[in-house]
């Protein structure tokens, strides 16, 4: 009779584990060894705390460019952040810069020091409008449509999609490894400014795209990425799942949200970002998936304490692995004004970051290397 129960006890434990074990793979099923550890460990770090990330950091910063060693929030805290984000757009043309000027081969120095160090990298991509030749922030309906199987674009499509699987598969760590990739295409999907946002495309048509990009990927042996579904504002779950390509073909859940306003008038960016991230978590909490708020910032930080009144208390109740600032470009001519999201030495918040920086649960880098992410 023991025996029985034992055995029963025991057939109900491998099933228990093989359900929590399918819960911690990753989409792409073939994905390498460096890959699945990091989504498992992620998972993990989550728990401890948010991850602190910030774009192209160590390309530039306000007032400088490619000064090896040199990164705006290390300037300040001694730190550097724990996730770099990187935008490859340009890679579909054959450029050798992307579309900010960073040139390719120092994007990909830079992300095998991010490996090596035990830090995150995420790649989003502003590709150009394939039916059209015009920039991503082209609003021509009909655009996803295009590039889909059987369609007018789709062989342009594919073209793209080689070279960026090329770059992929050319991301290699000091110990000869495929650097795991945080993978954020088509990003904002909820917004209406980009060729595959919201009214240009059908859900199901955005879902098609999706898919069949991750399973061309699959197809050329890249097995070093994440997937990171990622909208703009949103409503409601229903709202930010419209899109949503299935839990076969994403890892992460995220969104984007600026803020414009500023504390006056209740602060309206922190309530809706807390708001939002109840939405996301609720999310990712029932489809067992990461979370991260994946671009934010007040552009020039003009309020002192945005980090410890604004984002802190939006993000600081809930369970997210990252928070990523955009970028420290500096003055930028096109629009007169000054375009950056983190401080940098001297910048009025500066004060107020370290104490974001000092609280318990923001991550930077060395907490996170110490994580081992990758083993
Ligand atoms: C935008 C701005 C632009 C930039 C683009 C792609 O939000 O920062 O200046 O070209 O992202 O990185």
Redesign the pocket.
């Known amino acids: 009779m023991w025996r029985k129960s034992l055995l029963k006890l025991c057939c109900y434990t491998v099933a228990l584990l093989s359900f929590t074990a399918a819960f911690s793979q990753v989409a792409d099923k073939k994905a390498t060894t460096e890959t699945r550890n990091l989504y498992k460990n992620l998972k993990k770090l989550q728990k401890k705390g948010v991850m602190f990330g910030h774009?192209d950091a160590l390309a530039y910063g306000v007032g400088w460019q490619y000064q090896e060693g040199r990164n705006d929030v290390k300037e300040i805290t001694g730190e550097l952040p724990a996730v770099f984000g990187w935008?490859v757009?340009g890679l579909e043309k054959g450029s050798s810069v992307?579309?900010?000027s960073v040139p390719f081969d120092k994007m990909r120095e830079y992300i095998k020091l991010v490996y090596d160090k035990g830090l995150v990298n995420t790649i989003?991509w502003?590709l150009d409008n394939p039916l059209n030749g015009k920039t991503a922030w082209d609003e021509t309906s009909g655009s996803v449509a295009s590039i889909l199987p059987g369609a007018l674009k789709n062989e342009l499509y594919n073209s793209w999609l080689d070279k960026l699987a090329s770059f992929m598969l050319s991301l290699e760590g000091s110990d000869g490894k495929l650097i795991p990739i945080l993978f954020r295409p088509y990003h904002e999907l909820t917004g209406n400014w980009f060729w595959w946002g919201n009214k240009h495309c059908t859900p199901d048509e955005f879902k098609q795209l999706w898919q069949y990009t991750f399973n061309y990927f699959n197809n050329k042996g890249v097995h070093n990425l994440i997937y990171v579904y990622n909208t703009s504002d949103f409503n409601s779950t229903e709202e930010f799942l419209e899109k949503y390509p299935g839990d076969s073909f994403a890892d992460m859940v995220s969104f984007d949200a600026y803020d414009y306003k500023g504390p006056a008038e209740g602060n309206p960016f922190a309530k809706s970002l807390n708001e939002k991230l109840t939405m996301l978590e609720a999310v990712a909490k029932k489809h067992q998936k990461l979370a991260a708020l994946a671009e934010t910032g007040y552009e020039a930080i003009p309020y002192s304490e945005w980090w410890t009144e604004s984002l802190w208390k939006a993000i600081g109740n809930h369970q997210i692995s990252y928070v990523l600032l955009?970028?420290n470009?500096g003055y930028?001519p096109s629009t007169g004004r000054q375009?950056f999201y983190a401080p940098h030495s001297g910048h009025v918040s500066e004060k107020d970051f370290l104490k974001f920086y000092n609280l318990d649960k923001t991550l930077f880098e060395k907490e996170v290397s110490k994580f081992n992410l990758y083993k």
């Open positions: 774009q935008d757009a992307n579309i900010d989003s502003h955009w970028r470009f930028q375009h």
